[in-house]
Nanobody, 121 residues
Framework: VQLQAFGGGLVQAGGSLSLSCTMSGRALSTYAVGWFRQAPGKDREFVATISADGVYSRASDPLKGRFTISRDNAKDAVYLQVNMLKPEDTAAHYC???????????????WGQGTQVTVSS
């Protein structure tokens, strides 16, 4: 079972990116998914989470309004739309899958390799 996160890149401040998360080996649609990010020298931090059925979702309070999580279970994918990017958003962004949605790391059983988001000023 592997998670793949992709869609990162280099953008200017104020720009947008759409990150995607897919799973091979199992159906991602049966898992809650979280997005986390980690900048060099910093702890991994919660970004957003969504329930398996997509009914519940939320982003971390500092990122609300700029980061939006969604999913399309017909395509077996989860997305993270990131808008109005700032240089401080520069980090590796990871998706994770687990039995229930959470802002904590521990419920998530599977982790993707991360996709780098770099925002230039």
């Amino acid at each position: 079972v592997q998670l793949q996160a992709f869609g990162g890149g280099l953008v200017q401040a104020g720009g947008s990116l759409s990150l995607s998360c897919t799973m091979s080996g199992r159906a991602l649609s049966t898992y809650a998914v979280g997005w986390f990010r980690q900048a060099p020298g910093k702890d991994r931090e919660f970004v957003a989470t969504i329930s398996a059925d997509g009914v519940y979702s939320r982003a971390s309070d500092p990122l609300k309004g700029r980061f939006t999580i969604s999913r399309d279970n017909a395509k077996d994918a989860v997305y993270l739309q990131v808008n109005m990017l700032k240089p401080e958003d520069t980090a590796a962004h990871y998706c994770a899958a687990g039995p229930y949605h959470s802002s904590n790391l521990f419920p998530y059983e599977y982790w993707g390799q991360g996709t780098q988001v770099t925002v230039s000023s």
